[in-house]
């Protein structure tokens, strides 16, 4: 709870596609793209929700790290 995933609107379900305009296309990518960010830092990240994209910004804490990395993360390619 108040996590900057929460307070930007992350919601179980969303399928994470861009971090900072950088396709999240697998797990690898997802994970050098986070690694790439301190705590501070503040982030764009577009989302699929409901059929479309939703784009959230949020400043990453120590926790928030974690939180982002327990989304429940999906390939592009089980929507295409």
Do not use: H
């Not at 919601?11 to 986070?34: K, P």
């Amino acid at each position: 709870p108040g996590s900057a995933a929460e307070k930007a609107g992350l919601l179980a379900g969303d399928v994470l596609l861009t971090i900072d305009g950088e396709s999240v296309s697998d797990l690898r990518t997802y994970s050098a793209l986070l690694k790439a960010r301190a705590p501070g830092d503040e982030v764009t990240v577009t989302v699929l929700r409901a059929g479309g994209n939703k784009s959230l910004r949020a400043v990453l804490g120590l926790a928030d790290i974690t939180t982002f990395k327990r989304l429940k993360l999906k390939t592009l390619e089980r929507f295409c």
